[in-house]
């Protein structure tokens, strides 16, 4: 039976008071013995007596092994870019690769969305809104190790002269003006807007990432522009509603590499010149 470290040396002390007693009705050395016994019984509870633990003394937790994502969490914000109030969009996301739709979703009053998709492929998503332009993003949730949560916050632009819209889901194979399949469906939603706003005026812009010689990077992004401009056409849009321009390199978006910055420099995105 284990007693309190406080009732162990209370006891020492009591047996120190009775040494006295001891001496008068037992010989000298009985009261010595008594007497030393008491004095290692004390020193023995004072050197047992045991510390607080201390953040050096605890154990330390291992850290968290990464695990495998194999569904990720998208989730943010949909904004006004000019009074930062919540834009009651509606949200459709796609398969970039085959072009199908996987589910549409709409904000909450406050603005938010969250989804919870499948890692390992690469996604679009587009929002639509009354006064406000498409709005697409391309989203790729790559197979990864790590948290498995992922924030994009969209702020949307009226269409409006002036208004700069990127196409995030234009898409040309690598180092030419070849477009990518899965470019069409971006395209044909700018087919869309162009035939429901018979006014509206766009200037077709293409962008490099300055990674290439700057004049080859000129010649690229014209191609690239005029290649847009051809779809449009073909597709019934008037030629006098549409300037192309290439930039090259000479307007980036992003000047650091790290992340992935320096290549969303390639682009294409439309300016509204008259609406």
Known sequence: MNLPLRGLLAAALLLGSL????????????????????LRLAQRLTEDEEE??????LPVAPA???????????HGTVLDVASGKPVPASIEVLDNETGALVTTLRCTPEGSYSINLPAGTNYGLVL????????????????RMGFPETVRNFRLQKLEPGTNILLNNVFFESGTAKLSPASTAELERLVKLLADKP???LKISSHTDGTDDYEAGVVL???RAQVIAA????????TDRLTI??????????????????QRNQRIEFRVMAN
């Open 128 to 143: 639509h809104s009354g006064a406000y332009p498409f709005h697409s993003e391309n989203v790729n949730l790559a197979a």
């Open 64 to 74: 968290p092994m990464p695990v495998a994502v194999t569904e990720v969490t998208l």
């Open 52 to 57: 607080p633990a201390t953040a050096s003394t």
């Open 245 to 262: 321009m290439g930039y090259g390199a000479s307007i980036p978006l992003r000047a650091s590499a790290l992340n992935g910055d320096l």
């Open 231 to 238: 779809y449009l056409t073909e597709h019934k849009i008037k």
């Open 19 to 38: 040494r006295p007693a001891l001496a008068q009705s037992a010989p000298d050395s009985l009261a010595q013995a008594a007497s030393s016994d008491t």
């Open 199 to 201: 006014k509206l005026k």
């Open 221 to 223: 992004t014209k191609q």
